[in-house]
């Protein structure tokens, strides 16, 4: 993960709190554990094409018109390497897509797809409620990078040298 001097700081609070006599590999690995608890979901920001296909029901897809079929698979040709589900317009989408009675599955399937819990350290830099019914975004760190992933061995590192 990118991390700004400041994200680093912030980071830095932490360990200095929760991990103090612990070594950098092993905060490392508590602040990549799942988040325990409530308000601790956010939204994907990569789902694939594959995945999405799966939870996508087969009797709400022949009951597409042909202008939504068209629609989706248009998406799916110009986004090969995955869904930012984080992104509200894209969620609204297949929404759209599957919209009425005859996609209720396939919406529900859908978003819950588009979610998953958090680890301790993505916590962190993660913005918004958190829950369930309101999943949090990630941050950006340094050069736009998305702050989802792994907290690093020298993630930590750098941040304890922090002055």
């Known amino acids: ?6 994200q680093l700081g912030t980071l830095k609070t932490w360990l200095t709190t929760n991990a ?10 508590l602040l990549n554990a799942a988040q325990a608890g409530p308000n601790n979901i956010a939204w994907k920001t990569n ?7 799966d939870k996508i029901n ?12 068209t629609r989706l698979q248009t998406v799916v040709v110009l986004s090969q390497s995955g869904i930012n589900a984080s992104l509200t317009d894209r969620r ?14 396939t919406r529900a399937n859908l978003l819950a797809l588009w979610k998953r819990t ?3 350290g993505e916590k962190l830099f993660a913005t918004g409620t958190g829950s369930d019914a309101s999943p ?3 941050g950006f760190g340094v ?18 040298n922090l002055p």
């Open 1 to 6: 993960m990118n991390l700004t001097t400041a």
């Open 20 to 29: 103090s006599g612990l070594n950098d590999e092993t905060s490392a690995a």
């Open 47 to 53: 789902v694939t094409i594959t995945q999405i296909g």
């Open 58 to 69: 087969g009797t709400e897809l022949a009951g597409l018109s042909t202008l939504n079929n």
């Open 92 to 105: 609204q989408f297949f929404d759209d897509i599957f919209s009425g009675a005859g996609g209720a599955t």
């Open 118 to 120: 958090i680890t301790v």
């Open 136 to 138: 949090a975004t990630f």
């Open 143 to 160: 050069n736009n990078s998305s702050l989802e992933g792994l907290i690093t061995v020298a993630n930590v590192s750098e941040a304890r």
